[in-house]
Structure formats: C-alpha cells, structure tokens
C-alpha cells in the first residue's frame, strides 16, 4: 500500500488523499452505529460512530483483513455542524479501534439516513494484499 500524497501538497490531518493498493478487494456495505442485534445503544454521534468501527473491525476479520487495509471510506452524516463539533471525540475513538492507519475520505451531509435513529453511515473499501509482507 502507497500513501499518494505530492510533496508540495500539504499532509492531510486524520486520512489521506489517496492510496495506491494491490490484492483482494473487500466492501463493506453502509454501516451504522447499531450493535449485532441491530439496536441503537446510544443517539451519541461519536458513541455511534465507536460501534461503526467496531463493525467494521469484526466484518474485515471475516476476510483476513484488519483496519491496516482499509484503503477508503466514505462517511454520510445527517448534521455536519455535529460532525464538526465532534472531531476530537471522533478521532479518539478512530485511534482507539482503527489505530494509526489513514485511508482516503469523504464525507457527505445527507438529507436523510434510511435507518431511524442513525446519525450517520459509512462505507468501507479495504484491499488485502496480495503478498503479507506489502
């Protein structure tokens, strides 16, 4: 896996602007931040985005593949002002299950969620490489 970023730009805070990547490809469809069961434990924005990891750490070890293969996410959040006001939280519970690994994002503000009660929804791309050692 290869961070794309050009020396003149300037490094980005929290993901990257691009991967370059090789291997398996694995696609999580959008999760929220419900628990197996399917039940909201808290309307907290960063409490759900917690469990979204969460799920998403189980899922990926379905493949074989870990947070350290996430190449891409892409985040859909119901309040951006939320958002916003959240991104010390968020990025303490990121660090706490993804770890130090930054994938390209995005993040969208959306009209609506189809799940009631989520605040938000992120998908994930994950590459495992080919070779163990990459």
Not at 51 to 75: C, K, N, Q
Request: hydrophobic fraction near 45%; glycine fraction near 8%.
């Amino acid at each position: 896996m290869q961070i794309l970023n050009p020396p003149d730009w300037a490094r980005p805070k929290g993901y990257s602007n691009g991967i370059k990547a090789r291997g398996e490809l694995v696609f999580l469809a959008g999760l929220v931040g419900w628990n197996a069961a399917e039940v909201f434990e808290t309307d907290d924005f960063t409490g759900q985005a917690r469990r979204i990891f969460e799920s998403a750490v189980a899922l990926l070890a379905e493949a074989g593949a870990g947070p350290e293969h996430i190449v891409r996410m892409t985040w859909f959040v119901l309040d951006k002002d939320e958002y916003l006001a959240s991104l010390q939280n968020l990025g303490a519970a990121y660090r706490d299950v993804i770890g130090r690994h930054y994938p390209a994002m995005s993040v969208v503000q959306v009209a609506g969620l189809i799940e009631p009660g989520a605040k938000l929804e992120i998908e994930i791309t994950a590459v495992v490489p080919d070779d163990p050692a990459d």
